[in-house]
C-alpha cells in the first residue's frame, strides 16, 4: 500500500497535505485505495495489475470513456490519470450496490437510461469487437502457456453462426461498457453511476444488454422489461440478439478467466474453476432447443 500511496502523492497539491489512504476490498484485476483530503473529499485510486493489457485493456479509451460518462453525469468525475502509471483517478461517489437480483431488476429502466446515454455519446477511440475478443483471449492464453480448454471449439462454432446471423441486419458499433457485473453499477437517490471503464470500446449495443442480463440473472420477464426500457418495446428481432449476446457474454467472461490462468500472480482466485463455470454456462446456452431460432430472428432488423 505504500508504494500505491507514493504513487498518489506525485498528483498536484498531494504531496504534503494529510492524506488518510486505505485500501479497498474489491476488484480481481487491479489494487484499489480510497484516498481521503482533509477536507473529507474521497477518491478512488486503482493500480493495474500486471499483464493487464492482455486482457484487453487499452488504457487510453478506458480514460476516454471515464471522462466521457463523467460529463453524462452517469461516472465518477475523473480527477487525473497517475503518471506513469496508466489508470485514472476518481472521485469516490456515494451509492449502493443492489441487495439482490430482484431489487436490480427492479432498477432496469434507470440503468438502461444511463445506458442509452452512454451509447448514444458518440464514438470512442478503442475497439472490442466481441467475436475477435474471444478469439484474440484463445490466442494470447495459448501464447502464454495455456491452451484453450476442448471446449472452446465448438462455442467458436457458435459465436461464428452468431456473428453471421447480425451481419444479416447490421447495426453500427456504438460506445459500450463491456463489463457490466452488477458491482459496477450504483445507486443513489438521484442518478445510476456506471463505474470501471476499463474494458470500454466501440462494440454491438446488445452485447452491453446480454452482458448486464446475464450478469444479472434477468428472469424471461426482466429481459422483456429491459428491452422495453431501453428501445420501448421488446421484439423477437431484439429478443433474440439478447439471447445471443448472453452467449457472447459467458464465452467472453470463461476466456477471460482462462487468459487469467496464465499471467495472474494472484492466490486467492480459482480462475480455472471459474472458467469451467462461464463456459459451462455458455454452453447450456447454446444447447437450448430456441438456437437455431434466435439465428433466425437475429438476422432481421432490430
Known amino acids: 500500500m505504500r508504494a500505491a500511496e507514493d ?6 497539491g498531494w504531496r504534503d497535505i494529510p492524506l488518510r489512504f486505505e485500501p479497498i476490498a474489491l476488484g480481481i484485476t487491479n489494487r484499489n485505495y480510497r484516498a481521503t483530503l482533509p477536507d473529507g473529499t474521497s477518491y478512488v485510486v486503482r493500480i493495474p495489475g ?7 485493456i487499452d488504457r ?4 476516454q470513456a471515464a471522462r466521457r460518462a463523467a460529463e ?5 468525475p475523473v480527477l487525473a490519470e497517475l503518471p506513469g502509471v496508466g489508470t485514472l483517478v476518481t472521485q469516490f461517489v456515494s451509492g449502493r450496490h443492489a441487495a439482490d437480483n430482484a431489487e436490480f431488476a427492479r432498477n432496469l429502466a434507470r440503468v438502461a437510461a444511463a445506458l442509452r446515454r452512454f451509447h448514444r455519446s458518440g464514438p470512442v477511440d478503442g475497439q472490442f469487437p466481441i467475436h475477435r475478443v474471444v478469439e484474440w483471449h484463445a490466442r494470447d492464453a495459448a501464447r502464454h502457456g495455456v491452451d484453450p480448454p476442448p471446449i472452446y471449439a465448438d462455442l467458436h462454432e457458435h459465436s461464428t453462426a452468431i456473428e453471421a446471423a447480425f451481419a444479416r441486419a447490421p447495426m453500427p458499433a456504438v460506445p459500450c461498457h463491456n463489463d457490466l457485473l452488477p ?8 442518478r445510476v453511476w456506471l463505474l470501471d471503464f476499463e474494458y470500454a470500446g466501440m462494440n454491438d449495443v446488445f452485447f452491453d444488454l446480454g452482458n448486464l442480463a446475464v450478469n444479472s440473472r434477468l428472469s424471461p420477464s426482466d429481459d422483456d ?16 440478439r439478447l439471447q445471443l449476446m448472453k452467449i457472447m457474454s459467458e464465452f467472453r467472461e470463461g476466456m477471460w478467466a482462462v487468459v487469467q490462468q496464465a499471467i495472474s500472480t494472484l492466490t486467492n482466485v480459482d480462475f480455472v474453476a471459474y472458467a469451467d463455470e462461464r463456459l459451462s454456462n455458455c454452453a447450456s446456452l447454446c444447447a437450448r432447443r430456441d438456437f437455431g431460432r434466435w439465428l433466425t430472428e437475429a438476422g432481421t432488423a432490430p
Request: with cysteine.
Open 60 to 63: 487510453s479509451c478506458e480514460a
Open 72 to 76: 453524462l453525469g452517469i461516472g465518477p
Open 7 to 12: 504513487l498518489a502523492r506525485a498528483l498536484p
Open 183 to 190: 458491482a459496477n453499477v450504483l445507486f443513489d437517490d438521484e
Open 225 to 240: 422489461g429491459l428491452l422495453a426500457a431501453y428501445f420501448g418495446a421488446p421484439t423477437p428481432a431484439r429478443l433474440a
Open 50 to 56: 500486471e499483464r493487464t493489457e492482455v486482457l484487453g
